[in-house]
């Protein structure tokens, strides 16, 4: 949803997939930005409730997020889409992040994702958004 996102420097829009299981107590979630700009850096957000917000603190790009924005962080969280422009995350369903602290992913549980990463127009420092997805758990 959300889509297609805004165009980064490659001249393509950022996409944000999933790979494994939509299956919460199997822990198998591995999230995927792709498109994204060279040796960029970036991670993931989550929101239990989707949104627009066109072109936030200056963004080149959208936020299909609103509410309560958990944020991947932590330590090997933030990373460089490096020389292939893609960063993958492998996440802990035990440990979702959100504002008031980590919680568990139930089923029935329904969670939006989507990357904001580093980018840049005409040399200008920018960031910009990844469309977005929602994954309902088992």
Same mark, same amino acid.
């Given at each position: 949803y959300c889509g297609p996102a805004a165009q980064n420097s490659t001249g393509l829009p950022a996409r944000c997939s999933a790979r494994g299981s939509d299956v919460a107590a199997w822990n198998d979630v591995t999230l995927v930005a792709s498109e994204l700009p060279l040796n960029a850096?970036?991670?993931?957000? =989550? @929101?239990? +409730?989707? &949104?627009?917000?066109?072109?936030?603190?200056?963004?080149?790009?959208?936020?299909?997020?609103? $509410?309560?924005?958990?944020?991947?962080?932590?330590?090997?969280?933030?990373? =460089? @889409?490096? +020389?292939? &422009?893609?960063?993958?995350?492998?996440?802990?369903?035990?440990?979702?992040?959100?504002?008031? $602290?980590?919680?568990?992913?139930?089923p029935g549980d329904m969670w939006n994702f989507q990357a904001w990463y580093r980018d840049s127009v005409g040399g200008i420092a920018v960031s910009n958004f990844t469309d977005a997805f929602s994954v309902t758990f088992q």
């Open positions: 850096s970036a991670y993931f957000l =989550n @929101s239990q +409730s989707q &949104g627009f917000v066109p072109n936030p603190g200056g963004s080149q790009g959208n936020l299909c997020l609103v $509410g309560w924005i958990g944020r991947y962080v932590g330590p090997g969280q933030i990373q =460089n @889409s490096g +020389s292939t &422009g893609q960063i993958m995350l492998q996440v802990n369903l035990l440990q979702h992040p959100v504002p008031t $602290g980590p919680l568990e992913v139930l």
